[in-house]
């Protein structure tokens, strides 16, 4: 899927990434001391009316990070011609905008102009996964916000039909190696899917098999209950494991059991290098929550805009 525009675009995004010590976890001592208190609680009021808010968050935060850098472009709102990223296709999964928005309001009355968008969604997408019962960290704060969002650039996001070398290009066009494509990917123990994202391995997978053989027969068979070929719900889907509140190693095992939503899931044991990342988070909470840690500061310190923005949904 658009291996050509993301060729085309991978000198662009790598111009935008600008160095890790740019930003600093004290950024806001002094200018904003209550910033992290203000995000945390409003995700956590945000999460108790709402439990798919958390996944939500950290999906967005991913994919502000996989274009233009983790600028807040994926915030922004589409006007006159321009259509941004939020109304580009792989859009169905992103919700709770207004989280961003309510806790942007708060900071501007505590500290205005102060708090970028981008940090914003960086540090409410720790949050999350620390509501959801993940490992914490500190959040590297001092991004900035971008001023330009385009839906046709979504198409640079990872799909979640990639094969291996896709998905390994995808991550080290944004400076990220094969082991933060599989932490990564861990993300996927929070959330839930639309059938459109795995429809094709269930279902006329190719010209010799039906069902992609790379998936358990009983997921297979599941799904297609959920995923009916006829008159299908438009909301239809399924969570992405069955502890999809709880951020642990579920995930992992599932792969090992072919049981990987998505085939970029399941593209995860193509290679032995992936595998055995596969393998040794399966059998570790621990070494997968590190790894995923390291990982998440690594993704959220691709940079890229420069102003902070007064609303997320529009530039200065
Ligand atoms: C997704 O995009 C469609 C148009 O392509 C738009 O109508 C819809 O509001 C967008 N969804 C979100 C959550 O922004
Ligand atoms: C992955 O998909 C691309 C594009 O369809 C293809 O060129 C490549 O050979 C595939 N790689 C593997 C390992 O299947
Ligand atoms: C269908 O997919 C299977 C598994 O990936 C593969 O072995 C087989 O060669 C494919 N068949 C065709 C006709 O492409």
Known sequence: MAIGVALFSSLLVLSFVSPISSLSSNYYDK??????????????????????????????????????????????????????????????????????????????????????????LALAARDSVVLSGGPTWDVPKGRKDGRTSKASETTQLPAPLFNISQLQQSFSQRGLSMEDLVALSGG???????????????????????????????????????????????????????????FDNTYYRLILQ??????????????????????KFAGS??????????????MSSITGGGEVRKDCRVVN
């Open 285 to 298: 909470h621990k070494e997968f929550t590190d790894a995923f840690v390291k990982s998440m500061i690594k």
């Open 31 to 120: 200018t904003c001391p209550n910033a992290e208190l203000i995000v945390a609680n409003a995700v956590k009021n945000a999460a108790m009316k709402d439990k798919t808010v958390p996944a939500a968050l950290l999906r967005m935060h991913f994919h502000d990070c996989f274009i233009r850098g983790c600028d807040a472009s994926v915030l922004l709102n589409s006007k006159g011609s321009n259509k941004v990223e939020k109304d580009g296709p792989p859009n169905v999964s992103l919700h709770s905008f207004f989280v961003i928005d309510n806790t942007k309001k708060e900071l501007e009355a505590s500290c205005p102009g102060v708090v970028s968008c981008a940090d914003i």
């Open 188 to 246: 996927h123990t929070l959330g839930f899917s639309h059938c459109s994202s795995f429809a094709g391995r269930i279902r006329n997978f190719n010209t010799t098999h039906d069902i992609d053989p790379s998936m358990h027969p009983s997921l297979a068979a599941s799904l297609r209950g959920v995923c009916p070929s006829k008159n299908r719900p438009k909301n239809a889907g399924t969570t992405m494991d069955p502890s999809s509140t709880t």
């Open 258 to 279: 072919g049981k990987g939503l998505f085939s970029s899931d399941q593209a995860l044991l193509a290679v032995p290098k992936t595998k055995d990342l596969v393998e």
